[in-house]
């Protein structure tokens, strides 16, 4: 099942009454169709189940086409630097303990499919769309993020990021800015470790996006808080040197292929979902829209 879904959630930002920091008032996508989990809220039903990767390494690959907007070597380093910035704010302000998370470039990828293969290899793919953008439901979308999980574990097991440079002109400079890449890159690699919207508008998960705003591209105190509740910092922390980023059921640059020979799968316990043949899995696209524009009101959302 996939679910289109605008996300506006009241996620305020909390104190921090410790060392540590709070996720009062963060949310988290859950297993739940349009049911957040928010911390400080009261959960209502309890089978909804937030969403996180079960395992501290994950891969990304940008599709190798790339966009006309933006050189290759720039678009595929901005992906890096989106994804480090959720892995670098200290969880405790004592111990500067980080997020126990990292996602790491495993390089250019041949497929530009949004897919997750329960008996084939995969990728996590970041792919621009030049030509068109396929979500005709979503016009005013900059980017969507789709996230494929168990719905009976909130694992998630796949995440595909798709950025519409067909009705969009992008920047990466800090002058001359329209949409700008680096925030949405972070915005969606927000979505794409299992954060939802937040209603505080200086968060980089904040759902509105104004032309030349860069301010997105560093998290706020909510943001912070939202991504140590869903990795808690651990010690020792991730290796970021050995730690296994392929995908389950191996790697493949190019779609719905075999295992990349000399590969493996993702180690750990998976239990009956480990190949994926028992599971229930739901596919939940959660989409970033541009609701405010800069010479208007609201646009109208889905």
């Known amino acids: 099942m996939r679910v289109s879904t605008c996300l506006v959630l009241a996620a305020l930002v909390g104190l921090v009454a410790s060392s540590a920091r709070t996720a009062e008032g963060a949310c988290r996508t859950s297993t739940c169709r349009d049911v957040p989990i928010c911390d400080g809220v009261e959960q209502l039903d309890p089978s909804c189940i937030p969403l996180a990767w079960k395992r501290p390494c994950v891969g990304v690959s940008l599709q190798v086409n790339g966009s006309e907007q933006v050189p290759f070597e720039v678009a595929n380093a901005l992906v890096t630097k989106a994804f480090q910035t959720w892995e670098e704010p200290a969880c405790d302000e004592l111990s500067g303990g980080k997020p126990n998370i990292h996602v790491e470039n495993m390089g250019p990828i041949e497929c530009d499919l949004v897919q997750y293969n329960s008996r084939a290899a995969n990728a996590n793919v970041v792919v621009f769309r030049d030509l068109n953008w396929p979500h005709p439901s979503g016009p005013h979308n900059i ?110 640059p190019a779609c719905l292929s075999k295992q990349t020979e000399g590969d493996c799968s993702v180690s750990g316990p998976l239990g009956t979902s480990r190949d994926g043949a028992g599971a229930m899995v739901m596919v939940m696209v959660v989409t970033w829209l541009r609701l405010r524009r800069q010479t208007g009101g609201p646009a109208q959302g889905q």
Not at 165 to 173: C, L, V
Not at 183 to 188: G, R
Request: net charge negative; proline share 5%; charged share 15%.
């Open 143 to 252: 980017a969507l993020t789709t996230v494929t999980y168990d719905t009976r574990t909130g694992e998630i097991y796949d995440a595909d990021m798709e950025l519409n440079t067909a009705e969009f002109g992008f920047s990466t400079s800090d002058g001359d800015v329209q949409t700008d890449l680096l925030s949405v890159l972070t915005h969606e690699a927000g979505h794409f470790l299992g954060l939802t919207h937040s209603l505080d508008s200086s968060a980089t998960m904040w759902a509105n996006y104004t032309t030349g705003n860069l301010g997105p591209r560093t998290l706020a105190v909510d943001d912070i808080a939202g991504i140590c509740s869903v990795y808690p910092a651990v010690d020792p922390p991730v290796d970021k040197a050995t730690c296994n980023p392929i995908p389950r059921h191996g790697f493949s």
